[in-house]
Nanobody
Framework: QVQLVESGGGLVQAGGSLRLSCAAS????????MGWYRQAPGKQRELVAG???????NYADSVKGRFTISRDNAKNTVYLQMNSLKPEDTAVYYC?????????????WGQGTQVTISS
């Protein structure tokens, strides 16, 4: 059973930074991709950033140049570095993992971590 545990959320002022972490149970090499989604109140869940096993990344237009997804294979952890945060980045952020054959969909999800940006 795959478990993804997010951490690092919190409350910061606009312009600040946060780094989210997603620790996976077991090796992340088994996943075709890992990603970060977010869901704001009253809105649909959206993909924020993705990282394939081959190292290819993709970002939502709204976060390009501000957010960076990365991984530490030795720690089985994926990160989302978020800089120049804006109030509209406020959401619950979810880590996701895709097993082979499922990507570009994702079939495993973390429980989410709240990110709140004050103006």
């Amino acid at each position: 059973q795959v478990q993804l545990v997010e951490s690092g959320g919190g409350l910061v002022q606009a312009g600040g930074s946060l780094r989210l972490s997603c620790a996976a149970s077991g090796s992340i090499f088994r996943f075709s991709a890992m990603g970060w989604y977010r869901q704001a109140p009253g809105k649909q869940r959206e993909l924020v950033a993705g990282l394939t096993s081959g190292g290819r990344t993709n970002y939502a237009d709204s976060v390009k140049g501000r957010f960076t997804i990365s991984r530490d294979n030795a720690k089985n952890t994926v990160y989302l570095q978020m800089n120049s945060l804006k109030p509209e980045d406020t959401a619950v952020y979810y880590c996701a993992a895709a097993t082979p054959g499922v990507w570009p969909g994702y079939d495993y999800w973390g429980q989410g971590t709240q990110v709140t940006i004050s103006s």
